[in-house]
């Protein structure tokens, strides 16, 4: 199984948010073990669920943590530091991507990749809006922790 998150950059989540995150994700490995779980890294939202995900890897040694990179670019500032904490870093595109179009074009990749999406939007605008709702359309289950959909 292949889960990916979006979520706004700044979110204010509190502890029942981590809670329900945590408990989604036990879901997910309980039915699924070796899941791969696609990240971003871009924002509050994608930290939280790494860290819980690393946390969890105590418990499912199997579950496999990406950072899918919307870049090629060695000075992208993730780059250099990202493989100490993920157990994976991909870039998805046979060709680069222009930069402005880069983290939209990956994010839906890993939606169409996925086949479950967690999210934490809130709001009807923005990057994270506009993957959950590209998430519905390609009919993709998802949970929204957030209260937006």
Aim: hydrophobic residues 35%; glycine residues 4%.
């Amino acid at each position: 199984m292949i889960v990916t998150f979006c979520g706004h950059r700044n979110v204010s989540y509190s502890d029942d948010v981590e809670r329900r995150l945590e408990e989604e994700l036990r879901k997910v490995l309980e039915e699924s073990p070796e899941a791969v779980f696609y990240l971003g890294d871009y924002g509050r939202f994608d930290g939280l669920c790494n860290s819980t995900l690393r946390r969890l890897q105590r418990e499912y040694p199997l579950l496999r943590r990406v950072f899918v990179t919307p870049y090629l670019d060695p000075e992208y500032a993730h780059f250099q530091d990202v493989h100490d904490y993920y157990d994976e870093v991909m870039y998805p595109f046979s060709e680069k991507v222009l930069k402005r179009f880069a983290i939209s074009k990956r994010n839906r990749w890993m939606v169409e990749k996925a086949d479950f999406v967690i999210a934490y939007v809130n709001h009807d605008y923005g990057g994270a809006a506009t993957t959950l709702e590209y998430a519905l359309r390609k009919k993709k289950k998802y949970v929204n922790l957030g209260r937006y959909l």
